[in-house]
């Protein structure tokens, strides 16, 4: 117990003195001032000497467990391992069961359906984005979470999904239901076409060239004037009308707010259709080993194609919705932080899982929407996230995703249950 | 006459700039290549190492300057701090984000890795500003290399050769030492390391102070040449940088070194006489064209999954 | 009886190393026929030449799918293959942990079908129709394999023993007629190698399978093989029955070093 | 010296490798341990070694515990192992190579001496001193692995098949310096072999091994007719 105190007063005095030039001094050798900001050292000394205190208890305790976990094994040997849950893991899954209650299904839809009745159109445009980023989050699941294909360029087909309405309705006055799905389709071939060369990279190579392409892709906007608009972007988008009727600015966002439901829902329909076909099979084999999974006769190179283009139409169709909620579009609405975003999404939802996903853009989407005071803190909440989230719990808050089999089924072939 | 001149001084221009860039992507490549060597990550976080080893230059150059020291000892004691701190600062990253995964799949090493890159980038805005902000003009231009700044840059000049100054140190401290032999040895067989009583985690984390080392010194010549300074400089650099280690053939030193001044030269060539709107999108597509096309480098070897 | 695999002098070098040198190999239809040899002798080279995973340097690996002509495979990625017929476990086993056990054997029934992934966002006709057949043929093959309580388990949480057997389920379910198993009762006791032994029998018996096995369990060789296959250093140096390989002094001699 | 296992239980990942394993080694010993592939031989030196530390069961050397030590606290012992398939480092000269076999090691005149030693046992090493250690035959480099371990001063040589793919003749020579290192250096060998005719003649004892339990313990010139030998093999 002292030996751990003692550890972590170490820790804090390692930290402090790490960061102690950049958090306490600040200096202008042209105005010739030095400010120091000595109440920031002491927030940093008693931070991470908490911080370094928890961080070591559960360190402690995930080695412990794991030993038990094979002390049990030797213990009841050729019996099945008992599933070891922590109380973490109970709270999850109990959460989860909760979404399975069809009654709590519908009370949710009908308060979804309602909520635009009742709130500002700043509170309906917060909705949707957190319904755009569930949409994408579910889209770059089918390559991450689904396929194991770690992708840090789905950005970039947002932005191609943006830039792809935006384009057609300034040069050639398409409006939003048709470019809807062309933005999808252009989406997933340039996931297509990304696909195809880096066919035979694995793991952190795909992960570099992905991160290259959404770069490309950017740089590439910014820099090509004449066509794509550069830097300035492209104003004016319209909002898609109601059966030819122009709406007010709050009636658009409502409408476009029902519309971003109705794609949420079918998303979350359609991708869990896949996830348990078999083509879903098939991605979730490819993740787990390559190897066997091409020695079970499944073509590896039409999996991974499947999995990049129908990930990509997805974040089309949402650069699509984006475009028509801000009605502008320029390159920097679509960085690196994007995709870093979205791929945080489904690190801590649990990679593969739906309910996850949907969870974890509540956290990170709503949480600093309304805790305001988070919102300068964010990105540095996100990176201590994922180290955090890799080092104690790789797997995701929802990581028992499997889906559940109907073992009998009835003869007409009962609904499964998810 | 002056056509055939101009001609020839753009070159050179050209050939010294690209030849600064290019030991700057070296000295970085060295980085990422070590640590790839050892324990086989790609370390996203070391632009941003580089990045930080700049900011601390930054504070230790501005006290001094306001303290008017000789331009010489602030840039002395100013390399000394950035990259004494820029080694613990890799020590530590490694200690906290790394070592705990080092049983884990890649991937989730990686991916603490670009938490980090965010978290470091972050933690600079936070602390210090989002904005850019201008570093000392540090470097001196000694007057034996006046009389060709005609034709070469004498900053440029120092820059370069400082940097094949501690590229040349590094080769003889890899290649001598018995720590160098010691990471050598883990990168080709971990296994057979332990086995001859090589303490693995020392060398681990000694590879990582090492690279983030040169990557300080590589961000003090750099922010002084240029001028200014922001959070996001390591990035940019850092994949450059990891581009030109791929290039050579990530995991080999000499590559690391050949591929920076391929890259350096080639990217001074291209954007001097083509564009210099592509110059990034030019790196990243180089990237991943040797990736795809000859992902062990120009002197790797490939790996093949046993099965 | 008919030849279902017919490897032609294949030989394999890895840089400078002769790993196989000129094997021939053949197996009849319905027949077990065992793989051994002192470790680095090439009898994992060999499968993975058979199976895609490398492609032979020389010679041609032959296939003869009942009722259907020869066909030589060399170059042929590892799923196509296992279409035609081949199916195989690995030395280590390679089972998709993070799946369950259920999902690992209809990942297997994956080349059977034919129904794309439009079909399954709509539920078409075809994929009802595929996936009710996936499910039952999938829950069949649990069965015989005395897995199908653990179905909706993951897959790594099956003790050891029951993985190995799992593997075998999966690789059966790509329905093939010739089955390669690497080492099915590596780590295994002598209780659970027993009921190998009924299982494999089985298999050949009741779905007239012809089986390839690598395995250093010897008891367990001697006790199911028709025929053993015995490799050393890259190269076959016997063939027979195990009456006959249990008295070759060729075979003992590389087992037990020589005088 | 002498090295005592008592009842050890390791596992590689979910198996159980060793089941229970119990043996002795006394100092001056050329011991050797034999069996089938998959029998746990190799886990009992990556035990021995802390590379696999065993999950149960205790290791002593000089009378102190050593089983939850780090690699590098037993080679410091003077415990040092030459795995299988020789593990030589490909990009590393001969030279560097044995360099590496004396990392922890201080005493530059002993190391040059036993260097001179070395290069006397095996000629042809001295010849191929500057050529990496990736381009050396397969003979060669089993040599190279013996001697790099012989690099770090053992007390105790664990060797792990060092017949494996060699041509006989090479063998041959190998053992024959593998009995003379343990007459001059006066180092204990522990040798885990599938050659079992080649491993019994330079051994004083032997153990059988099957399935992680040992099954037999005898004098080596007892084992050496032994049915239960052929049947550790060929399960007969």
Redesign the interface.
């Known amino acids: 117990m002292n030996s751990e105190i003692r550890k972590s007063i170490i820790a804090a005095a390692?930290?402090s003195?790490?960061?102690f030039?950049?958090?306490v001094?600040?200096?202008?050798?042209?105005e010739?001032t030095?400010d120091l900001r000595w109440n920031?050292l002491i927030f940093i000394a008693v931070g991470t000497f908490f911080v370094s205190y928890v961080w070591r208890y559960f360190?402690r305790r995930g080695e412990k467990s794991r030993q038990e976990e094979t002390a049990v094994g030797i213990a009841i040997d050729q019996k099945k391992r008992p599933s070891v849950d922590s109380p973490t893991q109970k709270i999850l899954t109990q959460l989860s069961n909760l979404t399975q209650s069809k009654p709590l299904i519908a009370i949710l839809l009908v308060m979804i359906v309602a909520f635009p009745l009742g709130s500002s159109t700043y509170q309906t445009s917060i909705i949707i984005s957190t319904m755009m980023y569930i949409v994408l989050g579910l889209g770059l699941n089918i390559v991450v979470g689904m396929a194991g294909l770690?992708d840090?360029g789905y950005g970039a087909f947002y932005l191609i999904g943006a830039y792809a309405y935006a384009l057609l309705n300034l040069n050639y006055g398409f409006g939003f239901w048709i470019s809807l799905p062309i933005a999808g389709m252009l989406a997933a071939t340039f996931g297509v076409l990304l696909g195809i060369?880096?066919l035979?990279?694995r793991?952190?190579?795909l992960?570099?060239?992905t991160?290259?392409?959404h770069?490309?892709v950017r740089?590439?906007v910014e820099?090509w004037d004449e066509v794509l608009h550069g830097p300035s972007g492209i104003p004016n988008i319209p909002k898609p009308g109601f059966f030819g009727l122009k709406l007010g600015f709050n009636g658009s966002t409502v409408y476009l707010y029902y519309i971003t439901v109705v794609i949420m829902v079918i998303a979350i329909i359609v991708i869990r259709r896949l996830h348990i076909s078999r083509v879903g099979r098939a991605w979730m084999a490819l993740r787990e080993d390559e190897?066997a999974c091409q020695a079970m006769g499944i073509d590896t190179t039409k999996t991974k194609l499947t999995a990049f283009a129908l990930g990509a139409f997805w974040a089309g169709i949402v650069g699509v919705i984006f475009a028509a909620k801000s009605s502008f579009v320029n390159p920097a609405s679509f960085t690196?932080?994007e995709s870093?975003m979205i791929?945080s999404i489904v690190?801590l939802g649990g990679a593969g899982s739906i309910r996850g996903v949907i969870l974890a853009t509540l956290i990170l989407i709503l949480l600093p929407e309304y805790m305001r005071f988070l919102k300068?803190?964010r990105?540095?909440l996100?990176?201590?996230?994922?180290?955090t989230?890799?080092?104690f719990r790789?797997q995701g808050m929802i990581s028992d995703a499997r889906h559940k089999y109907e073992l009998n089924p009835e003869p007409d072939g009962n609904e499964n249950k998810s | 006459m002056t056509g055939t001149y101009d001609i020839l001084s753009y070159f050179l221009e050209l050939f010294s700039s690209g030849l600064t860039r290019g030991s700057i992507y070296a000295l970085l490549a060295l980085g990422y290549t070590l640590v790839y060597g050892v324990i086989g990550?790609?370390n996203f976080a070391h632009g941003e190492v580089y990045m930080?080893g700049a900011?601390?230059g930054?504070?230790?150059?501005?006290?001094m300057?306001?303290m008017d020291y000789n331009i010489l000892a602030i840039l002395f004691v100013t390399l000394t701090f950035a990259m004494i701190?820029a080694a613990?600062?890799g020590f530590?990253i490694e200690k906290?984000?790394y070592k705990?995964?080092r049983q884990?799949?890649?991937?989730?090493?990686?991916?603490?890795a670009?938490?980090?890159?965010?978290?470091?980038?972050?933690?600079?805005i936070?602390?210090?500003t989002p904005d850019f902000v201008?570093f000392?003009a540090l470097i001196p231009k000694p007057a034996f290399l006046l009389a060709i700044k005609n034709y070469l840059e004498p900053t440029e000049v120092l820059i370069i050769l400082s940097s094949l100054t501690i590229m040349v140190l590094l080769l003889i401290l890899i290649k001598r030492t018995?720590v160098g032999?010691?990471m050598?040895?883990i990168s080709?067989?971990r296994?057979?390391?332990?086995?001859?009583?090589?303490?693995v985690n020392k060398t681990i984390s000694m590879t990582f102070m090492l690279g983030s080392v040169l990557a300080a010194f590589a961000a003090i010549l750099i922010a002084a040449h240029i001028g200014q300074i922001n959070y996001n400089i390591g990035?940019i650099v850092g994949?450059k940088s990891?581009t030109a280690a791929?290039l050579g053939g990530i995991g080999s030193i000499r590559g690391a070194l050949l591929g920076g001044l391929v890259l350096g030269l080639t990217e001074s060539f291209a954007t001097g006489y083509f564009s210099s709107?592509?110059e990034?999108?030019f790196a990243?597509?180089i990237?991943?064209l040797i990736?795809?096309f000859k992902?062990s480098g120009l002197i790797g070897t490939v790996a093949t999954?046993k099965? | 009886m008919k030849t279902v695999l017919q490897t032609d002098k294949i030989g394999k070098n890895f840089g400078g190393l002769r790993a196989l040198d000129a094997v021939d190999l053949n197996i009849q239809e319905g027949e077990i026929v065992a793989l051994i040899g002192p470790n680095g002798a090439g009898k994992?080279t060999l499968f993975?030449c058979i199976t895609g995973?490398?492609e032979p340097t020389d010679g041609k690996v032959n296939i003869i799918p009942p009722g259907k002509g020869k066909t030589c495979v060399n170059g042929f990625k590892p799923n196509i293959i296992t279409e035609l017929g081949l199916a195989r476990t690995?030395q280590n086993i390679r089972l998709f942990s993070k799946m369950t056990v259920l999902e690992n054997v209809m990942v297997g029934c994956h080349c059977r079908n034919k129904n794309t992934f439009l079909e399954a966002i709509i539920k078409g006709p075809r994929f009802k129709r595929e996936e009710k057949q996936t499910l039952a043929h999938s829950l069949d093959l649990l069965e015989t394999f005395g897995l199908v309580d653990f179905a909706q388990q993951m897959a790594e949480n099956l003790p050891y023993a029951d993985q190995r057997r799992l593997e075998i389920a999966r690789a059966l379910a790509t329905d093939p007629f010739l089955l390669l198993l690497d080492e099915p009762a590596a780590g295994m006791n002598p209780n659970e190698t027993n009921a190998l032994d009924q299982l494999i029998l089985k298999i050949r018996t009741e779905k007239k399978i012809s089986i390839l096995l690598i395995e250093h369990d010897m008891k367990l060789v001697m006790r199911i093989s028709d025929r053993i296959f015995v490799m050393n250093q890259g190269k076959n140096i016997a063939d027979g029955s195990p009456q006959e390989i249990r008295n070759n002094e060729t075979v003992i001699h590389a087992y037990l070093g020589e005088e | 010296m002498n090295l005592q296992i008592k009842d050890i239980h390791s596992y590689y990942g979910n198996i159980e490798a060793l089941k229970g394993v119990s043996l002795e080694l006394t100092a001056g010993e050329i011991v050797t341990l034999i069996g089938g592939n998959g029998a746990g031989k190799t886990t009992i030196l990556m035990s021995i070694?802390g590379?696999v530390p065993p999950k149960r069961g205790e290791i002593h050397f000089d009378g102190n515990p050593i089983h939850a030590l780090?690699?590098?606290k037993?080679?410091?012992l003077g415990i040092?192992?030459v795995?299988e398939g020789r593990?030589i480092?490909?990009?590393?000269s001969v030279q560097?190579n044995l360099?590496?076999?004396a990392?922890?090691r201080n005493d530059k005149p002993q190391i040059k001496t036993d260097l001179d030693y070395i290069f006397e046992l095996f000629p042809i090493l001295k010849e191929r001193r500057y050529q990496s250690g990736g381009t050396l035959s397969g003979g060669e480099q089993q040599m190279l692995a013996i001697s790099?371990g012989l690099m770090?001063n053992p007390k105790l040589l664990l060797l792990d098949e060092p017949s494996l793919g060699l041509a006989p003749l090479i063998i041959q020579q190998i053992f024959q310096i593998i009995k003379k290192i343990n007459q001059e250096q006066k180092t204990t060998i522990f040798l885990v072999e599938q050659n079992a005719n080649l491993a019994l003649q330079i051994a004083n004892r032997g153990y059988v091994m099957e399935n992680g339990l040992i099954t037999m313990e005898d004098k080596a010139t007892n084992l050496l007719g032994n049915e239960a030998v052929k049947s550790a093999y060929l399960g007969i």
Not at chain 2, 104 to 112: D, F, M, T, V
Request: aromatic share 14%; glycine share 4%; no cysteine.
């Open positions: 390692w930290f003195l790490l960061s030039p950049l958090i001094l600040k200096v202008d050798y042209i010739k030095i920031n360190l770690l840090l060369p880096v035979r990279l793991g952190d190579y992960a570099i060239v991160l290259g392409f770069e490309i740089l590439v820099n190897v690196f932080y870093a791929l690190v300068e803190y990105m540095l996100f990176g201590a996230l994922w180290v989230m890799m080092v790789p | 990550l790609i930080v900011f601390i930054l504070i230790v150059a501005g006290i300057s306001i701190y613990a600062y530590t906290v984000a705990p995964l884990a799949p890649r991937l989730a090493a990686l991916i603490s670009i938490g980090m890159s965010i978290f470091l980038r972050e933690y600079v936070l602390a210090q201008s000392p018995k032999k010691a050598r040895s080709q067989d296994e057979m390391a332990l086995l001859l009583g090589i303490n990035f994949i990891f791929v709107d592509y990034d999108v990243f597509s990237l991943i990736l795809i992902p999954e099965v | 994992t993975n995973m490398h690995f | 070694s590379l780090s690699p590098d037993i080679v410091s040092v192992q795995p593990r480092f490909p990009d590393f560097e360099d590496l076999g990392y922890l790099r770090a």
